[in-house]
């Protein structure tokens, strides 16, 4: 049973923008963190950005001023508002839903940013 779904990527050129969603059923969105990961080929999954079932926001250093973590309780999807991109922003991102007892991880969607 799938329960985070990932859409939005795309290879975009180098400074262009991207909108990532991750779509979840009801409970999961209420989960105490969501949040945003990516992995580049040969290197590890490293953390994006990350949002509080309170809204509170952490960010990667990397895409400080760049990239938007956001949250509709309405719609029960997350988003990641990439602006500025760069090349070394390509990489398979994947939401993440978290709580006590699970750790849930979606399929991905792959990012590529073209010099």
């Known amino acids: 049973q799938v329960q985070l779904v990932e859409s939005g990527g795309a290879t975009v050129q180098a400074g262009g923008s991207l909108r990532l969603s991750c779509a979840a059923s009801?409970?999961?969105?209420?989960?105490?963190?969501m949040g945003w990961y990516r992995q580049a080929p040969g290197k590890q999954r490293e953390l994006v950005a990350t949002?509080?079932?309170?809204?509170?926001?952490n960010y990667a250093d990397s895409v400080k001023g760049r990239f938007t973590i956001s949250r509709d309780n309405i719609k029960n999807t997350m988003y990641l508002q990439m602006d500025s991109l760069k090349p070394e922003d390509t990489g398979v991102y994947y939401c993440n839903a978290r709580d006590m007892g699970y750790d849930l991880w979606g399929q991905g969607t792959q990012v590529t940013v073209s010099s």
């Open positions: 949002i509080t079932s309170g809204s509170r926001l």
């Open positions: 009801a409970s999961i969105f209420a989960s105490n963190v």
